[in-house]
């Protein structure tokens, strides 16, 4: 069974940092992009950035650029999502998503693209 497991989540003032974790558990399978999301409160789920396994390549919604950065660790499997100067506004749910097959629409940003989720790491920033 495959799963993707989100860790690094908690409790900060706003101007901190967090950094969260995403790595698969179980059968390993190979990823063309792997996607952080959030979801606050009331909201629907929204991209906030992508990794592109195959060249190193990364995304961001606007509100995540110069602020966050996405990495990814090839010998662990392992992508991490580097969060600075977080807000109030940025208290959501956060979770990651891996898409396994190659696909050149472009469409990293929508939900519906992805194969598997994981359940989800807790980011709350407090002012």
């Known amino acids: 069974q495959v799963q993707l497991v989100e860790s690094g989540g908690g409790s900060v003032q706003a101007g901190g940092s967090l950094r969260l974790s995403c790595a698969p558990s179980?059968?390993?399978?190979?990823?063309?992009?792997t996607g952080w999301f959030r979801q606050a409160p009331g909201k629907e789920r929204e991209f906030v950035a992508g990794?592109?396994?195959?060249?190193?390549?990364?995304y961001y919604s606007d509100s995540a650029k110069g602020r966050f950065t996405i990495a990814g660790d090839n010998a662990k499997a392992t992508v991490y999502l580097l969060m600075n100067s977080l807000k109030p506004e940025n208290t959501a749910v956060y979770y990651c998503?891996?898409?396994?097959?190659?696909?050149?629409?472009?469409?990293?940003?929508?939900?519906?693209?992805?194969?598997?989720w994981g359940q989800g790491t807790q980011v709350t920033v407090s002012s």
């Open positions: 998503a891996a898409k396994t097959s190659q696909d050149y629409s472009g469409r990293y940003i929508y939900t519906g693209w992805y194969d598997y």
């Open positions: 179980g059968r390993t399978f190979s990823t063309y992009v």
């Open positions: 990794f592109r396994w195959s060249g190193d390549s990364t």
